[in-house]
């Protein structure tokens, strides 16, 4: 298959970027030092872990839902879909800034309302920095206006309008509130005041038809991508459905999607670059 080889190979070391070697086949280690523990650690903090979300314990949604699409992408790849797959990386990339988010807007909690110290100033400037590039893309006065709250060295942090100007962004960059959650106190069994979860606008209503789903047809090993949007090798289930237009989400097992014999030598530049769509 004409995009099989180096398509693999890099998409390993794009899981294994956002994964580390450290986590182990189940995931639930407490010493990972990549996204995939940090989503894990924010998990507990705003009450989004587990799989449907809304646990306190376990794994992030988060790395639930990124360990279903690194699956699907890779059966993509497997199946000479690279084009396909693209369009599986844009639903991978932005949720890669949700525990980034998370962090930012903890601290500028713990800092503007709980009077955080040097520790807590500086994270806040660190998580900050890591997601203010995505932010300006999307509204240059939103990334302003975290910029101006959480620098290093700014005089006072108003944690609400850090928080307003990083939900005023959400669709912009491809993410809900349900995937950030709210900054859960543990000690009262509640949302800390001001920093509930958002409520995402409705939609309006529309009289177009829902289309069937499609079902996912095992895969032949032709060398040009099929017509379904995503297809499984045909030892997965036939009954596996997806909606048309739209990247499946697999139903698979709940460990890392870490390449258990991958000796690769890893591109960071190129696994975190944004799909200019999303710009």
């Known amino acids: 298959v004409s995009c099989n080889d180096d398509a693999v190979h890099a998409w390993d070391e794009g899981v294994c970027f956002y994964t580390g070697s450290i986590e182990g086949s189940d995931g639930l280690t407490g010493d990972g030092k990549l996204l995939h523990q940090l989503a894990d650690k924010m998990c507990v903090n705003y009450k989004t872990c587990g799989a449907e979300g809304g646990a306190l314990t376990g794994t992030a949604k988060l790395n639930h839902e990124l360990s279903n699409l690194f699956t699907v992408g890779n059966f993509q790849i497997l199946s000479g879909e690279c084009t396909v797959a693209f369009k599986t990386i844009r639903f991978i990339t932005p949720k890669m800034y949700v525990p980034l988010i998370q962090g930012a807007m903890r601290y500028a909690y713990k800092v503007g309302e709980l009077q955080g110290g040097e520790k807590e100033k500086a994270e806040g400037a660190a998580f900050a920095a890591a997601v203010l590039p995505r ?3 999307a509204s240059p ?3 302003e206006t975290i910029y101006n709250n959480l620098r290093v060295g700014t005089n006072s942090t108003d944690f609400q309008a850090v928080k307003n100007a990083f939900e005023s962004v ?3 960059l491809g993410i809900s509130c349900a995937d950030v959650g709210g900054l859960w106190d543990g000690f009262q069994g509640k949302y800390y005041v001001g920093m509930e979860p958002c409520v995402e606008a409705e939609e309006p209503t529309s009289n177009a038809p829902v289309q069937n789903p499609t ?3 095992p895969v032949s090993t032709a060398t040009s991508a ?4 995503a297809s499984v090798p045909a030892s997965r289930p036939s009954n596996l459905t997806i909606p048309e237009n739209s990247i499946a989400v697999l139903s698979v097992s709940t460990t890392p ?3 258990s014999n991958s000796s690769t030598k890893m591109n960071h530049s190129s696994f975190f670059s944004i799909p200019p769509s999303l710009q």
């Not at 099929?226 to 949007?229: A, K, L, T, V």
């Open 135 to 137: 932010v300006h893309a």
């Open 141 to 143: 006065s939103a990334a």
């Open 170 to 172: 959400y669709t912009d």
């Open 215 to 217: 079902t996912i047809k």
């Open 226 to 229: 099929p017509s379904n949007p």
């Open 257 to 259: 999607a870490v390449p």
